[in-house]
């Protein structure tokens, strides 16, 4: 079986959450199969176009295979966290929700000038988060080296929001 296929044979379905009418795709499954890990691992690698100085996670999923994908490359591994989560010093942006708005920050030291970095999240779906942990990259100077998911909802088009930023943009599986 081809990682796509095994991908999306692992990943489990839960009607209704976090509201009604979300078909949710739960990533945790996966988390029990370690050779299927360190095969989304692998696959991450074997599609980036250049090395990154870093890969920044985005809260809390992006954690998981940013960790995994940062220690493998041997590069920094950044933490993108929702407001008021991190203990230093930060560096926050607001963006848009489709009722209301959220915030993201990182610490203000987190990343070094001309860096490039890749941001990573388990999920893309309207791309909203992603641009906003985008945002914060360039704010300290560093470069969107480009993006990667586990998984993107292509039906909601994210990926045209993240082209500003860049064109490199790894979602290793489709629905």
Not at 59 to 69: A, C, D, I, K, N
Not at 102 to 126: G, P, Q, R, S
Request: charged share 25%; glycine share 8%.
């Amino acid at each position: 079986m081809n990682l796509v296929d095994e991908i999306k044979n692992t990943i489990r379905d839960v009607a209704d959450f976090p509201k009604p009418g979300i078909m949710f795709k739960d990533i945790t499954p996966i988390l029990e199969n370690q050779k299927l890990c360190s095969a989304i691992v692998d696959g991450f690698i074997s599609e980036l176009k250049h090395k990154p100085d870093a890969i920044a996670g985005i809260e809390s999923r992006g954690f998981l295979f940013g960790m995994l994908l940062a220690n493998k490359l041997n590069v920094p591994f950044v933490m993108i966290r929702k407001a008021g989560k991190l203990p230093y010093k930060t560096m926050s942006y607001e963006y848009a929700l489709e009722y209301g708005t959220a915030t993201i920050e990182m610490h203000i030291d987190a990343l070094k000038k001309d860096w490039n970095v890749l941001i990573h999240d388990d999920l893309l779906a309207t791309g909203g988060t992603a641009e906003a942990a985008a945002q914060l990259v360039k704010r300290q100077g560093a470069k969107v080296n480009g993006f990667s998911f586990v998984v993107e909802l292509g039906f909601l088009n994210g990926k045209e929001k993240l082209k500003t930023h860049s064109n490199n943009i790894i979602c290793l599986a489709q629905y």
